[in-house]
């Protein structure tokens, strides 16, 4: 699997747009971007996953850069409950996912 | 959908006991379910993988012998931690892969706290 680079910790706004980004730069062609996150003492939960093109659902946006090297994870409105650790993992299936360090997000009121 | 649940949610037990922690999908069957251990400020770690009605594949280091893994239907799995010790409490996270192909979707139980005495 793809190594990834995620920063430490960021804060947001209660409100705004947290803008995730994960650098995967040796991401090869049949593997994809997966995010999780895990809010404290709880287990993982599914974000969205992504191969090359852009990604929405009801939780998240993921834009993924033309030459897949980096991502970004998009929460349109932050709130409160979204206070977790991000995790982003390129991999070529779900089927064994490596959680590295992931992204610290405080959502500040 | 795509709800996997962990019984118990937290235990704690005397050193030298076993403990059994259960894994169930609960809305749809899932052929593949993983264990990963968490230790204080740690991210997950694998320690094996369990396919239905098949021996459990452990990771590099982890005692197949220490953490028996069952996988008898569709929608359980178990773990049991025989033997326990101070050292093997953590935090115990159980996931199954929502579909047959490996691009299918792992989802995760809300993990089982142990604490071993």
């Known amino acids: 699997d793809a190594k990834t680079t995620q920063p430490t910790s960021m804060d947001c706004a209660e409100g705004r747009a947290a803008n995730l980004p994960c650098n995967h730069s040796t991401i090869s062609g049949n593997e994809y971007v997966y995010w999780y996150r895990q809010i404290h003492s709880q287990g993982p939960q599914y974000i969205i996953h992504?191969?090359?093109n852009n990604e929405t659902n009801e939780m998240a946006s993921l834009i993924i850069t033309e030459d897949r090297k980096s991502s970004t994870l998009i929460l349109p409105h932050a709130t409160l409950r979204d206070t977790a650790v991000y995790y982003c993992?390129?991999?070529?299936?779900?089927?064994?996912?490596?959680f590295g360090k992931g992204t610290k997000l405080s959502v500040i009121p | 959908g795509a709800v996997v649940s962990q019984h118990p949610s937290w235990v704690i037990c005397k050193s030298g006991t076993s403990v059994k922690i259960e894994c169930r999908s609960l809305d749809f069957q899932a052929t593949t379910m993983f264990w990963y251990r968490q230790f204080p400020k740690q991210s997950l770690m694998l320690m094996a993988t369990?396919?239905?009605?098949?021996?459990?594949?452990?990771e590099q280091g982890v005692e197949k012998d220490k953490f028996l893994i069952n996988h008898a239907s569709l929608t359980l799995s178990t773990l049991t931690v025989t033997s326990a010790h101070p050292e093997d409490s953590s935090f115990y996270i159980c996931?199954?892969?929502?579909?047959?192909?490996?691009?299918?979707?792992?989802?995760f139980g809300p993990g089982t706290r142990l604490t071993v005495l």
């Open positions: 996931s199954a892969l929502r579909g047959m192909v490996r691009t299918d979707t792992q989802y």
């Open positions: 369990s396919n239905e009605g098949s021996k459990a594949t452990y």
């Open positions: 993992i390129a991999g070529a299936g779900s089927y064994q996912l490596t």
């Open positions: 992504g191969l090359k």
